[in-house]
């Protein structure tokens, strides 16, 4: 089960690229990096997923490096209303059961 | 879509009193999921489902919590006799295929036991 660690809290001004790192040593050669974004009172909601290299869609970009024992999200410009606490996930994509959610890092967005 | 939808949104209970939480997933989603939610405990899997059978239930904390899915578009789960400590929001998902697909949560089920 790979273990991640992501820092607890970030904070950010409006207008700024933001990069959140998490650190997943134990990554195994199955396991897909996801990233969900869960606001105050809603369900956690899918940012972006990738398994090496670099991913990006209209919202995020994901870095992994070639050794994946790290990954960094990268929201760029953001707005007050990226305000929200940003999880990331290693897991097998074919084991729902070892798809956990770690404490998530508390972004917060300043004008 | 409409997306996860869960019943009831909010909920006081006092202790001791049976609880049922009701999800209905995406239409042609084939798995649900049972989270629960808390300051001290972050995101806890609870239970999955597949195709209507319940996969792995390893996450359900003890006897007192249960979960069923009669059918392709319903789910409860029932916290009986409810306790404090089972205050939570608790989170219904739904997807298809295989985790690599997105996950879609419902908007929560806030409990409070009291």
């Known amino acids: 089960l790979a273990k991640t660690t992501q820092p607890i809290s970030m904070d950010s001004y409006e207008g700024q690229e933001v990069n959140i790192t998490c650190s997943h040593n134990?990554?195994?050669?199955?396991?897909?990096i996801t990233w969900y974004q869960q606001f105050p009172s809603q369900g956690p909601r899918f940012i972006i997923q990738?398994?090496?290299t670099k991913v990006t869609n209209e919202v995020a970009s994901l870095f992994i490096p070639a050794d994946r024992k790290s990954s960094t999200l990268s929201l760029p410009r953001v707005s007050l209303s990226d305000t929200a606490v940003y999880y990331c996930?290693?897991?097998?994509?074919?084991?729902?059961?070892?798809?956990?959610f770690g404490s998530g890092t508390k972004l917060n967005v300043k004008p | 879509d409409a997306g996860v939808i869960q019943s009831p949104r909010h909920e006081v209970t006092e202790m001791g009193q049976e609880v049922t939480l009701r999800c209905k997933p995406i239409?042609?989603?084939?798995?649900l999921f049972w989270y629960r939610q808390t300051m001290m405990r972050g995101l806890e899997l609870l239970i999955y489902?597949?195709?209507?059978?319940?996969?792995?239930d390893s996450g359900m904390p003890e006897d007192r919590f249960s979960a069923k899915m009669p059918n392709a578009s319903f789910s409860t789960l029932k916290i009986q006799p409810s306790e404090p400590r089972d205050s939570a929001v608790y989170f219904c998902?739904?997807?298809?295929?295989?985790?690599?697909?997105?996950?879609?949560f419902g908007e929560g089920s806030w409990l409070t036991v009291v």
């Open positions: 998902a739904s997807t298809y295929g295989t985790a690599g697909n997105t996950i879609y």
């Open positions: 134990n990554i195994a050669t199955n396991d897909y």
């Open positions: 990738g398994y090496k």
């Open positions: 996930l290693v897991g097998d994509i074919y084991n729902f059961n070892k798809f956990y």
């Open positions: 239409s042609g989603h084939d798995y």
């Open positions: 489902f597949n195709n209507n059978v319940p996969i792995d």
